[in-house]
């Protein structure tokens, strides 16, 4: 295995303890009729680092909306990464950025987030950019490093720095999120099988107060089905409105099961004891906060027709 051996100081973990580098909370969102609408990070296995993306209306998807990233970076004692004993001269401009690796969709970027010069005062950067619908597949890998912006004039004693623009000088730190099948709180599965109808879904948990919606919940599409041309985005033949028939049935068979199921539906429509991002509280959510009537077939039926005739 080949090693990467610097020829410059970089940020090791003695400079990154003294930088007080201090990040906020990743956050992600999609735009929809020009509104802004919350998106989840929910931690994979009790990861620090990989997480999926969760929208707990079931609507976001990512060939479907844009994906917007936000956070704030601060820096306090930041002063140590100049001069003979840092990562670049005295009077030079350092970078912070955002590289972004996209494997399965063959795609990588760079986007910058502010600079840091050698002073004394506090750095409060924000970050706030937008990726295009469908230009993220997969899992997706965020670094935020640091970088030499402007060289400048170094000193004799600082001749051993960095001295070329855009040299990568130190990783702060590391995320990683997963798009598709478990990306979204409604995941869509294709499968091929001239046996079987154009779309139908499946219920799979024993305790809904407690196992996860994206991982009990899925509505297959049937490729092999004469009517699919109509749900393939990449065709012209593409019907929006029947996609919506399809996942207002679909919610409307997950809804109506969990109701058979009494001991569990009272703490669902309570909000007792609801384990995160658990079928159950899904659908509390659906009642609550999207208040869609559930009192009867009929009113379920329309209700939830209306709200994806409204919302999407």
């Not at 869509?188 to 009990?216: A, G, H, I, R």
Request: proline share 3%; with cysteine.
């Amino acid at each position: 295995m080949a090693a990467n051996i610097s020829l410059f100081p970089t940020i090791n973990d003695e400079l990154l303890g003294k930088i007080r580098f201090q990040p906020s909370l990743y956050e992600f969102y999609y735009v929809r009729a020009d509104q802004e609408y919350p998106l989840r990070a929910e931690a994979i296995d009790s990861s620090v680092t990989v997480h999926k993306i969760v929208d707990d209306e079931g609507i976001w998807a990512p060939d479907d909306y844009n994906l917007c990233v936000k956070r704030r970076y601060s820096l306090r004692t930041y002063q140590c990464l100049f001069g003979e004993n840092g990562i670049a001269c005295k009077n030079a401009v350092l970078g912070l950025a955002l590289m972004w690796t996209s494997a399965d969709s063959k795609q990588r970027g760079v986007i910058p987030i502010g600079d840091i010069e050698n002073s004394q005062r506090d750095i409060d950067m924000n970050l706030n950019y937008e990726f295009l619908e469908a230009q993220l597949r997969g899992e997706v890998e965020f670094t935020t490093v640091v970088y030499l912006k402007n060289v400048g004039t170094p000193l004799w004693n600082e001749e051993h720095l960095a001295d070329e623009y855009g040299c990568l000088l130190g990783e702060l730190d590391k995320f990683v999120i997963k798009l598709d099948g478990n990306g979204s709180v409604f995941p869509m599965y294709e499968v091929n099988d001239p046996s079987q109808p154009l779309w139908y879904v499946k219920c799979d948990w024993e305790d809904p107060t407690y196992e996860q919606f994206s991982e009990c919940v899925s509505i297959y599409i049937n490729t092999a089905h004469k009517n699919y041309k109509y749900l393939d985005k990449t065709k012209k033949t593409f019907d929006e409105q029947l996609l919506k028939e399809i996942m207002a049935g679909a919610l409307i068979v997950i809804i109506t099961k969990l109701k058979e199921q009494e001991n569990y539906w009272s703490a669902t429509t309570t909000g007792d004891d609801l384990q995160s991002g658990s079928v159950s509280a899904a659908v509390y959510y659906f009642i609550n906060a999207l208040e869609w009537d559930v009192s009867t077939l009929d009113a379920m039926s329309l209700s939830i027709r209306k709200f994806f005739d409204q919302r999407m």
